[in-house]
């Protein structure tokens, strides 16, 4: 009712009998809107703090990246150690932990609803586009923590990216970067190195032929070699502020995943460096 008498008011204001008719219709429309939001907040409450948002991302995380590691039917000790690695990395203290222990387990049971567990995170993430794609590489991190990704797992991670709003060309891209990203960790900063990759082969991720760290290094930021500084440079620019550790907590990121994009971050322009280096820019 109160958009409609503000409706004639101005309507009234503007075109005499004409605006008022309009203005009727427009606070119409205004008062409709008010009810359904009012009636969508009294049956869901006014949604979730940012507290509780944090707390639900955090342990669908490791509920998920213990999905994710049982795929292939055995979770291996790389991916145990890998969940202990990255609950060291977050400083968990003991219930933090614990939490993170329990949802990991609770991830590798048979009836883990998957699919509702990400629906939520999407929801609660809302249009944090960057905080779902945070998620998403988290996973695969996970995925590749023995170096190699099985088909099941690859599975369970096209059904991540999808339930997250994500293309399989996207997860495609972001598994190659990742997988530059595990050899280029291997190879330990500068120090050029020959590590054995992982590529895909009917289905399955193989070893692949020799790649140096700068080859790594490109792949990483998602550009060719032959990319100039003018691409390379946006690409760089592109993924920090994707990964910047202060914009990911002030949309939900959970505090103790902060020091997680640190690292990323930090990763990331490691390997912008090294290409600087070799560009001459």
Request: glycine share 10%; net charge positive; with cysteine.
């Amino acid at each position: 009712m109160l958009g409609k008498l503000l409706g004639i008011l101005f309507g009234s204001m503007i075109g005499n009998i004409p605006g008022a008719i309009i203005g009727c219709f427009i606070g119409h429309q205004f008062d409709k809107a008010r009810r359904s939001q009012q009636g969508f907040q009294s049956a869901f409450g006014s949604g979730p703090s940012q507290a509780e948002r944090q707390t639900e991302f955090f342990q669908a995380a490791y509920a998920v990246m213990g999905h994710v590691a049982k795929a292939k039917g055995q979770v291996t000790k790389e991916e145990i150690q890998l969940a202990t690695v990255m609950m060291d990395r977050m400083n968990l203290t003991g219930d933090q932990k614990r939490i993170a222990q329990d949802a990991f387990r609770q991830g590798k049971e048979s009836d883990f609803p998957l699919e509702e567990t990400l629906r939520r995170v999407r929801f609660s993430a809302g249009r944090r586009r960057d905080l779902l794609q945070f998620f998403l590489e988290l996973q695969i991190s996970a995925a590749f923590a023995d170096g190699s990704l099985h088909p099941s797992e690859v599975n369970v991670l096209q059904v991540v990216a999808a339930e997250l709003g994500f293309t399989a060309q996207y997860l495609q891209q972001r598994l190659r970067m990742q997988e530059a990203a595990f050899r280029f960790q291997q190879g330990g900063g500068f120090g050029g190195y020959q590590h054995q990759g992982q590529q895909q082969s009917g289905g399955q991720w193989q070893q692949g032929p020799t790649r140096s760290q700068l080859d790594d290094a490109y792949e990483l930021l998602g550009v060719d070699k032959s990319a100039d500084a003018k691409t390379i440079k946006r690409a760089h620019r592109k993924l920090m502020n994707e990964h910047h550790p202060d914009k990911l907590v002030a949309k939900g990121l959970p505090p103790e995943m902060m020091e997680v994009a640190k690292q990323k971050a930090q990763e990331i322009q490691s390997a912008y460096d090294l290409i600087k280096k070799d560009k001459g820019f």
